[in-house]
């Protein structure tokens, strides 16, 4: 059974951090790209942050660059994203997200259930 379990949200106030964490199970981490997306409400859900599974390539919304950190442990099947210098835009609920090409023009897919950031004084 595929799980993305999220933690690490939480409230915080404008300039501090938070460190937020995916533990998967079930499927093989390590060939996956990993990423962060947020959902705001009223708005889109929309990529945060990405990592590739072998080369490590990472990718990041303009809105976080320089301030938010993706990185994963493939030994423990975990993604992390390391938030800096938070912004009360940056409220939103997060959510993992494992993917992975199957050829064809399609993908395995793999959602958590989110975990909420609140930026706020």
């Known amino acids: 059974q595929v799980q993305l379990v999220e933690s690490g949200g939480g409230l915080v106030q404008p300039g501090g951090s938070l460190r937020l964490s995916c533990a998967a199970s079930g499927f093989s981490f390590s060939t996956y790209v990993m990423s962060w997306y947020r959902q705001a409400p009223g708005k889109e859900r929309e990529l945060v942050a990405a990592?590739?599974?072998?080369?490590?390539?990472?990718k990041y919304a303009d809105s976080v660059k320089g301030r938010f950190t993706i990185s994963r442990d493939n030994a423990r099947n975990t993604v992390y994203l390391q938030m800096n210098s938070l912004k009360p835009e940056d409220t939103a609920v997060y959510y993992c997200?494992?993917?992975?090409?199957?050829?064809?023009?399609?993908?395995?897919?793999?959602w958590g259930q989110g975990t909420q950031v609140t930026v706020s004084s």
């Open positions: 990592m590739s599974s072998v080369v490590l390539y990472t």
């Open positions: 997200n494992a993917e992975k090409d199957r050829g064809w023009g399609l993908k395995y897919e793999y």
